[in-house]
Each structure stands twice: as C-alpha cells, then as structure tokens.
C-alpha cells in the first residue's frame, strides 16, 4: 500500500466515523414533539390572540415583531386565523396566513398575507391576496416554501409559490 492510498483510507475511516457518531447523537435526542402537543389555531381565533398567545414555537422577540407589524394594519382586531404555515419562506423565514374579516357577512372576506423577518426580529407584513373568497384554498410547506393551492371563489385554480418577485419586487404568489 501507498503513502497515498493509507491516507485516503485514513480520511474515509475518519467521515464515516464522525457520521456515525452524529448519527448516534441524533437518536439520543428523543423524537420530535408530537403534532397533536402543539397549540393549535382554532376558527373563532382572532390573529391578534393567535400571534400573542397560540404561535409556537417563537421567541418573545419575535413574537413582539409580528404584533408590532400586525398592530398597523387599520381594523387588526377584527380579522380571524383560517389557516397558517410558520418557517422557512422561500429562503426567509416568516409567517404566512389565511385570514378571514370577521365583521364581513361577504364571501370575498379572506386575505393571503405573509409575514418576512428582517434584521433584529422585525417583520414586514405582505398581502399576497386580499379580500377574495379563498375558503377553498389551503397553504402548505414543502422543502423550505411555502404553495397555496385550491379554488379561488370564482372557480378560478390557484397553484402557486409564495416566493419574491423581482418584476413588481414585491412578495408574491408565483404560479407554476
């Protein structure tokens, strides 16, 4: 055997090793919390007791910076939370929520809005859409962004990434 080839062996024994010790740290960490141990949002939950007492799992930090953002929106204290997705958006992190005018009796009272994390735990808020009927809509996550997905009121299909858009420079719904 080479000088070389003792080294690259060397150098193989030593990764596979590491791996294998994160490997073991990992499973001794314990499982995931379940689910169904998290608080969730239910219908009747206005946004403003959604990001100061449901959202988890936030800092104060940040949970001060989504209410400071949400406090300027005029007539804040009337929407509800019909859905949320919480993480990475798009490369950000942030918030991204359906949510429904709760004084409307309309079908055209939901909004799609996001939430993006600036420096020092400050949030700028996004309409993504707003006042449509989106009860047939869902939002998700997958792999770091963040889809919507459904029926607009109209009949209309939306299938789409919340993501930044250079064009308007703006965060948007890109369709695929």
Known sequence: MTIRSVAALTFLLLVFG?????????QR?????S????PTATPQD??????????DPVSDRERKGYLLSWHKVRG?????VAQYVHGEVAGAYGLAMIITDGSSGATNRSSLIVF????AHRFDLY?????????????SRSSGDIWANGL???GSKITCEIAWSRQPNKWTCIPF
């Open 18 to 26: 590491a791996c294998h010790d994160n490997k073991i740290n990992i």
């Open 29 to 33: 960490q314990g499982p995931p919390p």
């Open 35 to 38: 689910p169904t141990q998290l």
């Open 46 to 55: 206005t946004v403003d007791r959604f990001l100061s007492e449901i959202l």
């Open 76 to 80: 804040h204290e009337r929407y509800e």
């Open 116 to 119: 993006i994390e600036r420096p």
């Open 127 to 139: 309409w993504i859409f707003k006042e449509e009927d989106l009860s047939r809509v869902s939002i």
């Open 152 to 154: 607009r009121g109209d």
